[in-house]
């Protein structure tokens, strides 16, 4: 088996280790150390500890934020100005979550690190998230405006953040899920029939009721 190119090391070793320790507690040394290569070749490739975090969410986020743009081309196309359906937006979003992952590390790693993008993320890279991805996002959002017309947009943008913080949630802890499952319930569970499992979760969520205004909810307590 070829031995993997300095660059693929460091962004191999990179991505474990962030995923792992956070960024702040991920030193360059910790890097350089397990990948055995020395500093001056992240500096000559990276040039800083803050573009190799970038390169790091470049391998995941561009090759998902091609799929998701191909395949709402594909959905705008086929359901036009009726908007397409929640179920089916959501099932398009899983779809292209679980296929990049099989192309580089694991899902696991690929969720610990967008759970990191917002509990850690620095000025840095929340801009070059927002440059490089912020159209795919927000073209998402739009669609899921048309599925949910009656939401207000606060409303939408809470319910859209309590769905991510679900999955995220849920499929960077998917091992030690999975153990449960299998030895508390004698489930063998595989990653797309987790998938099914949470898929009415998040679609009922997004569905729900609107909560009591908070007026309401004060004059019930007083």
Not at 112 to 139: N, P, S, V
Request: charged share 25%.
């Amino acid at each position: 088996m070829a031995r993997p190119d300095t660059v693929t090391r460091i962004l191999d070793t990179a991505e474990v280790l962030f995923a792992e320790k956070g960024f702040a507690e991920t030193s360059l040394r910790n890097i350089t150390t397990r990948a055995k290569v020395n500093l001056a070749a992240v500096n000559y490739h990276f040039g800083s500890k803050k573009a190799l975090i970038q390169a790091v969410f470049a391998r995941y986020l561009d090759p998902f934020s091609e799929r998701l743009n191909l395949a709402l081309d594909g959905l705008e196309a086929r359901y036009r100005k009726e908007g397409v359906p929640l179920e089916v937006l959501l099932e398009q979003l899983a779809t292209s979550v679980l296929e990049v992952p099989a192309e580089r590390n694991s899902l696991k790693v690929f969720m610990k690190l967008l759970g990191l993008a917002y509990t850690q993320a620095q000025g840095h890279l929340r801009r070059y998230i927002q440059e490089h991805y912020g159209e795919t996002f927000h073209r998402f959002v739009r669609c899921l405006r048309l599925a949910t017309p009656d939401l207000p947009d606060a409303e939408r943008f809470w319910r859209l953040h309590f769905m991510l913080g679900t999955v995220i949630f849920t499929l960077s802890g998917l091992d030690a899920l999975r153990d449960i499952a299998d030895s508390e319930y004698q489930e063998h569970m595989s990653v797309r029939e987790l998938i099914r499992h949470l898929r009415p979760v998040v679609v009922a969520g997004m569905q729900a009721p609107l909560p009591p205004s908070l007026d309401k909810v004060g004059s019930a307590v007083e």
